[in-house]
DNA sequence: TTGAAAGCGCTAACAA
DNA sequence: TTGTTAGCGCTTTCAA
């Protein structure tokens, strides 16, 4: 059981051939007799011979392990990306090595670094106002980038991602639709252009329908504090505006800490506030009565991410069209949004 | 900005030195007079040196990789013991490949095998029924070993979970405190050990409580097959037994489906049927009237997980106790299981 | 149809 | 205190 590694040197040695030989056949470059060809096949097959990733590597340059930057490997969107993702990548032969930035500059910027030395083949990532310049440091140095969940506005960087603007439009014309005038914009106070996109389309979905934008109804909850601190900062935005009559929160976290927020309000929904979250979750689907929410196309975005970087692997010079893709959500209506009978 | 990567030979050159003294001062190998040392190391941080992986783990044979196998990366428990055990790798410099088994032993047997090939220096692996052998393999391979949420009884290899008997003991103790008497017992149709110990668990504190184990009251969900067919099933089987005061999911997607499912058959939560879940999830403290779950110490496994491991990497002949732990659950008690009024 | 040999970047035994 | 050199396992050019 305890076999060492075996190597093309040791099947060149049992089969009598040489170690080019060995190597030209594994490789299925044909230029060796069919014979020869076939023991060097069973012999290494019989043996278990698998090759040295880190030789042909070293050899070559090629890693086959792909870099996957994030923002919580954690979290429920993200670790669903990180599942479909791995499973593409794995039928490609591909390995994924992932790393959490918790939305932190500092630590984007260590992984890039750590992960550059790893010497991956390309990247997906999850981009952060800042980090420009390592990406494009990154593409030159001839490493492929693919952003998800979020892009450079002014870069030409492949991304894929929800579209943001267009599907919040979507849900707030919705609420408005249902009766819902006094809407609320509960938000991340992070600078994140999805986070901007989303504020965007609330905006021109309220103003479309003549409703003036009132900022008191938008809150930015600071990032990165206790939970505690948070949900009291929430609740006092939800009780101080009681004439907000529907809310939109813009990530699933605020969503479900909304939830809790409205519960020790003792409010009920939708009669005393409607509500929407971006990002469906399981939570929402099962909280009663069932929360309206924004389902990201999860699997289409990884997906389509992992295509992009393929394609971009295995043909350097690739047409970059057809890889800013911004794809359109479904809003998945629940009895959180009952139509209003004003 | 294009600048090819520069290597020892460079600096090397750069410096006037030879690339074995610049090797030994990179490694930190004192042999160097105090100058040249200074300025070996000045000229490779100017020039952003980093040493190639692929070259050092070929020489040394250390990646500096793990690899993690578990069984679905996008769920709650393993997105978190993912996030934890990549924080505290990077930390000491080290990188994880990730995997997603899915229960399935045929692709838990591909990964083992393709991570061999990626030469990772050691591995955290759920385990699974089957995978003795590839596992015994690994470590006869002088590759460390540590499981996690899993163990082979039989098997004296490295493991940290929770204590799964125990916390599923006490968490039916404490219902049948509050006054419950026929509890049922949902759980996976999975030949798991985590899964047996739980059930044991249910057992034995039925019957140090003097109540008789009722197999009517169990029930093995059947795995892998779509959701509508496995939501029928569940309330096929908590209707049919309406004697039934309390319900023991022994997992949290178990729990989940289980709340959706009492919801469609419109009980009340604990009147008509008290619910407890293995796994705390949100949805369980947020869904009402609040979901009794037993946490798992997931930051704690996670960490230990890596910690034995570390141990191992540095330490090839370590004491093998206080490597096999089973680490107590907390009983998070909410209002799904309020003292029954008899 | 085959093989010898160079070399990817690095470590470390050995020599000076 | 420093440098020369072999070699990790592999790919690929060049020659036979």
Do not use: W
Not at 30 to 49: M, P, W
Not at 58 to 75: A, C, D, M, Q
Not at 182 to 200: E, P, S, W, Y
């Amino acid at each position: 059981m305890t076999k060492k590694k075996i190597s093309i040197k040791d099947i060149a040695k049992l089969t009598n051939t040489s170690i080019t030989t060995v190597s030209f056949v594994l490789n299925g470059k044909g230029r060796t007799s069919k014979d020869v060809a076939k023991l060097i096949l069973d012999t290494a097959h019989e043996n278990g011979y698998e090759p040295n990733r880190m030789a042909v590597g070293l050899r070559t340059g090629v890693s086959k392990v792909i870099g996957l930057l994030v923002e919580n490997i954690g979290g429920p969107f993200f670790g669903e990306v990180a599942k479909v993702i791995e499973e593409e990548a794995e039928k490609l032969g591909y390995s994924i090595i992932y790393c959490s930035t918790n939305n932190s500059l500092q630590k984007g910027r260590n992984i890039i670094k750590m992960l550059s030395h790893q010497a991956v083949d390309g990247y997906i990532i999850t981009p952060l106002k800042g980090l420009e310049k390592d990406i494009q440091n990154i593409i030159a140095n001839g490493k492929p980038v693919v952003l998800i969940d979020g892009y450079f506005p002014k870069l030409d960087i492949p991304h894929v991602l929800v579209d943001n603007a267009t599907s919040v439009y979507n849900a707030i014309d919705y609420l408005i639709k249902a009766g819902y005038r006094k809407i609320g914009f509960v938000t991340a106070d992070l600078d994140l252009v999805q986070l901007h996109d989303r504020m965007n389309g609330y905006k021109e979905a309220l103003i479309d329908h003549g409703i003036k934008v009132d900022n008191k109804l938008i809150f930015k909850l600071p990032f990165d504090q206790p939970k505690a601190t948070s949900v009291m900062a929430m609740k006092g935005f939800l009780k101080q505006y009681k004439q907000m009559d529907a809310v939109f929160f813009s990530a699933n976290y605020l969503g479900t800490m909304g939830l809790e927020c409205i519960k020790e309000l003792d409010l009920s929904i939708p009669q005393d506030i409607a509500v929407v979250s971006f990002d469906d979750t399981e939570v929402f689907s099962l909280y009663p009565p069932g929360i309206t929410a924004v389902q990201q196309p999860v699997h289409e975005i990884a997906k389509s991410a992992i295509d992009i970087l393929m394609a971009q692997l295995s043909d350097k010079n690739l047409d970059m069209s057809d890889t800013k893709l911004h794809i359109p959500a479904k809003l998945i209506e629940r009895s959180s949004t009952t139509p209003k009978n004003t």
